[in-house]
């Protein structure tokens, strides 16, 4: 559970900044190809991430959906 955590919470960030792909995502956050699909998968079902496109490679991006940040 710990790792899905963290692994979302990476995601998350990275798409915070920009919209990316599942390689970009991948260099970024240095998680494996299964991991980060598996990742945006279950946001998406959540209605947390959409992906944009007809065509591969697919760019994913937050829909706002979800838990706001705090401010500091």
Do not use: F, I
Not at 37 to 66: C, D, I, N
């Amino acid at each position: 559970m710990r790792r899905g955590l963290t692994a979302r919470t990476r995601l998350l960030q990275v798409l915070e900044k920009k919209e990316n792909d599942v390689k970009g995502l991948m260099n970024t956050t240095g998680l494996g190809y299964n991991v980060v699909v598996h990742h945006l998968r279950l946001l998406g079902a959540e209605g947390v991430v959409v992906k944009k496109g007809e065509k591969k490679p697919y760019v994913w991006q937050l829909t706002g959906v979800g838990q706001q940040r705090l401010p500091s």
